[in-house]
């Protein structure tokens, strides 16, 4: 088992920054591919952005590339997620998760992923 504990979302005008952060406690030692999704009132859940097991692979929804950045700090097992140029329309809440799958690729389906967090809101004021 792997618990996900997100932190840093919070309130930003448009064109600011935010940097989120996923704690993993648990079953770390083993490897596991990561990602960000969100979900707004009344919509899907969206994957936004994700890293390989292996970390050798990234991928980021259209929406958001360029101006959101994955990383992961296998120390800390923690990952982030560098939000810059936000946008009225990526306010939502904002999840981490895990996948055990071992694939060389970034899963974009939240039902790929074994675990997640709590969630937290992400707030883009214009």
């Known amino acids: 088992q792997v618990q996900l504990v997100e932190s840093g979302g919070g309130l930003a005008q448009a064109g600011g920054s935010l940097r989120l952060s996923c704690a993993a406690s648990?079953?770390?030692?083993?490897?596991?591919?990561v990602g960000w999704f969100r979900q707004a009132p009344g919509m899907d859940r969206e994957f936004v952005a994700g890293?390989?097991?292996?970390?050798?692979?990234?991928n980021y929804a259209d929406s958001v590339k360029g101006r959101f950045t994955i990383s992961r700090d296998n120390a800390k097992n923690t990952v982030y997620l560098q939000m810059n140029s936000l946008k009225p329309e990526d306010t939502a809440v904002y999840y981490c998760?895990?996948?055990?799958?071992?694939?060389?690729?970034?899963?974009?389906?939240?039902?790929?992923?074994?675990?997640w967090g709590q969630g937290t809101q992400v707030t883009v004021s214009s």
């Open positions: 890293r390989s097991w292996s970390g050798g692979t990234t």
């Open positions: 648990g079953r770390t030692s083993s490897r596991y591919g």
């Open positions: 998760a895990a996948t055990s799958q071992i694939r060389p690729i970034v899963l974009t389906s939240p039902g790929s992923y074994d675990y």
